[in-house]
């Protein structure tokens, strides 16, 4: 039975890509449009393994010393790829496990309890969703050197967490409010705690949610440059953004095949995560699965 | 198990939505709470349940006292017009989730769980997904996981509703079948009067809060306490006309005689007269027009508007020949003319 009921949708999904149909012109169009973007990728790709006279096209040579970022630091004074990017896989997945954590349990609680200022906090979140949160830097800075936190990457997590949450609580809601009331009436008829029936009725069904959340907080972390640059500047980065920035942050001296290799080894996970995790990610425009 | 409650109350804010509702449930009997929507019927069983705080009065299961007890603590059942199945888990699981909430021993559990599902004939379907199954499988599973942990009351939320027309006559006879075998007192919740009527021992039936009758389906039908009851209960409904006690009988307002001798010490009337009991085999004495036919198929539904004013209905047997324009002279089943004062009490 479950076969039969999945294989017209796997069927959709596996429709060649290249049959244009009736949309090629629009298709064209858009193809026209994103080919400079298209050719920079393709560029990163191959200028990060060649080397090319300035001012040419076509590369001249292939060479690995771009690469050489992989086997030691730069200069002495900096720390090692593998220690940036274990920060910033630290600093990613600690955002994104808070922010899912403190989303899965909040917007449970305004989905459903009945609890004092409800309606003001809804109000909230959509006031900060739609926040451009980058200008509250002030403040935060202040905040953060008040308490001692400037300056470190715990710093840099909590203010990236607190950025994240309205949406992520929100999204949350969203798929809290498709399961039915009466399941969990059903539950504790049943005899189950509230708590249980959260865990084990509730949670499942919105899993989806919980995934798209997850990866899209561990992305948007990953890819996070302004906070860290500016409340944890320090004298040497931490996080691969701030490194690859400050690559060419001296213009005279910078070597753009260094800058192009490090940027594709950042970029890799994130084209990873995407490639392995598409489908769990277009959920968050659905809503919600059928069981 | 026997419940009781008494002066059970309920508020929402502001807004008294039962106030003070006594009701005795006999131990195996099935009860419905019937009414329209709004009676605070769906109320009092979330109140059963406990998924209501009770805002006044008490609620006993046999002799135990479950006012204050949270819904866990009950030994409850219940289906919901939806299901409420537990999409991510099988029949099976759906139907064991009470017992292994309860830490059941894994043994006991599995012939438990084949035990109920052979009793609601589900037995084929335990390694399914609800999304898998028909409504009326659902339903059936509902049902099972309600009944499985053996509560003290089976609690039905218009468990038909979302049923068509043929499922929900077989469901129905399904529900009151299980329901008996294995001696649960149930409580059914609808505004659906046919499947109260049908499935229920006793109906009570609930307006504005309050509970307006609670007798037999039949004893319901034939002496209703008020001119609510009457038009409730009925499909097609009862109509009513006006009048006043004449001579020998009732003068209705529109002129027109009804012979009735024992109305003859009551004030103003309004005489409900159900489409059964009216029509030519019942003799004439009553003129009017045919102003509509609705064919049921073994039967007509005729509406006659009465010369003068008022309008009855009549049920006739397929094939009478009546059209919409005809002029009629029918009678009444005299002795079956419901009469009610003008409180709207029955006389």
């Excluded at chain 1, 917007?107 to 109000?123: C, K, Q, V």
């Excluded at chain 2, 006594?22 to 009997?29: C, K, M």
Aim: glycine share 10%; proline share 6%; hydrophobic share 50%.
């Amino acid at each position: 039975m479950t076969d039969v009921l999945d294989r017209p949708s796997r069927a959709v999904l596996r429709r060649p890509v290249l049959r244009l149909g009736p949309n090629w012109p629009i298709v064209t169009i858009l193809v026209l449009i994103s080919a400079p973007l298209v050719l920079m990728y393709v560029y990163l790709v191959v200028d990060s393994f060649t080397t090319s006279p300035a001012g040419a096209i076509l590369p001249d040579g292939v060479t690995l010393q771009h690469w050489r970022f992989l086997t030691g630091p730069l200069s002495p004074n900096q720390p090692t790829i593998w220690t940036l990017t274990f920060n910033t896989f630290v600093f990613a997945s600690v955002t994104a496990l808070v922010v899912s954590a403190i989303s899965l349990t909040a917007a449970y609680a305004l989905s459903r309890l009945d609890m004092p200022a409800r309606r003001m906090f809804l109000g909230g979140l959509i006031v900060l969703h739609a926040f451009p949160t980058v200008t509250l830097i002030v403040a935060v800075f202040l905040i953060l050197q008040y308490f001692g936190l400037y300056d470190t990457l715990w710093g840099v997590i909590l203010v990236k967490c607190a950025f994240e949450l309205p949406f992520g609580v929100w999204i949350m809601k969203g798929f809290y409010d498709t399961v039915p009331w009466e399941i969990e009436m059903a539950g504790m008829a049943d005899g189950a705690s509230r708590a249980r029936v959260w865990w084990e009725l509730v949670l499942p069904q919105v899993n989806p949610g919980l995934a798209a959340i997850l990866i899209f907080s561990f992305l948007s972390a990953w890819s996070e440059f302004v906070l860290p640059l500016v409340l944890a500047p320090g004298n040497a980065p931490q996080l691969l953004s701030t490194y690859l920035a400050s690559l060419v942050s001296d213009v005279t001296r910078a070597d753009f095949g260094l800058y192009k290799a490090v940027g594709l080894f950042y970029a890799l996970p994130v084209i990873v995560v995407y490639l392995v995790f598409h489908k769990r990610l277009l959920n968050i425009y659905s809503g919600g699965t059928k069981g | 198990m026997r419940l009781s409650l008494q002066r059970f109350t309920k508020r929402f804010g502001e807004t008294v939505v039962v106030d003070g509702l006594d009701l005795e449930v006999a131990d195996g009997e099935m009860l419905a709470l019937l009414g329209p929507s709004g009676c605070g019927k769906s109320t009092t069983l979330f109140a059963i349940c406990g998924i209501h705080r009770v805002d006044g009065g008490r609620i006993l299961f046999g002799d135990r006292d479950v006012t204050d007890l949270p819904a866990q603590e009950r030994k409850v059942g219940i289906v919901f017009q939806n299901y409420a199945l537990y999409p991510h888990m099988t029949v099976a699981q759906n139907i064991a989730f009470p017992l292994r909430v309860a830490q059941m021993p894994r043994a006991q559990m599995e012939r438990k769980v084949e035990d109920i599902a052979r009793l609601v004939h589900i037995g084929e379907l335990l390694e399914r997904r609800p999304a898998h199954l028909s409504g009326g499988q659902q339903q059936r599973v509902a049902l099972a996981r309600a009944l499985v942990r053996e509560p003290d009351i089976l609690l039905l939320d218009e468990p038909l509703a979302n049923l068509d027309a043929k499922l929900r006559m077989e469901m129905r006879a399904e529900i009151r079948r299980v329901q008996s075998e294995t001696g649960t007192t149930a409580i059914l919740v609808t505004h659906d009067q046919v499947e109260a009527m049908s499935m229920c021992d006793r109906i009570a039936l609930m307006n504005g809060g309050r509970i307006v009758q609670l007798d037999a389906p039949a004893a319901m039908y034939e002496r209703p306490v008020d001119l609510f009851v009457a038009g409730f209960l009925g499909n097609p409904p009862i109509s009513f006309v006006k009048g006043a006690p004449n001579g020998g009988g009732v003068q209705l307002d529109n002129g027109q005689m009804i012979g009735a001798a024992r109305l003859a010490q009551a004030g103003p009337v309004t005489l409900g007269i159900r489409p059964e009991h009216f029509g030519p085999q019942f003799g004439r004495g009553l003129s009017g027009e045919v102003t509509m036919r609705e064919t049921h198929g073994r039967e007509d539904l005729v509406a006659v508007r009465l010369q003068g004013g008022g309008q009855l209905r009549a049920i006739l047997p397929a094939g009478n020949g009546v059209k919409p324009g005809d002029a009629v002279d029918w009678g009444v089943a005299a002795d079956r003319i419901l009469a009610f004062a003008a409180d709207g009490r029955r006389l």
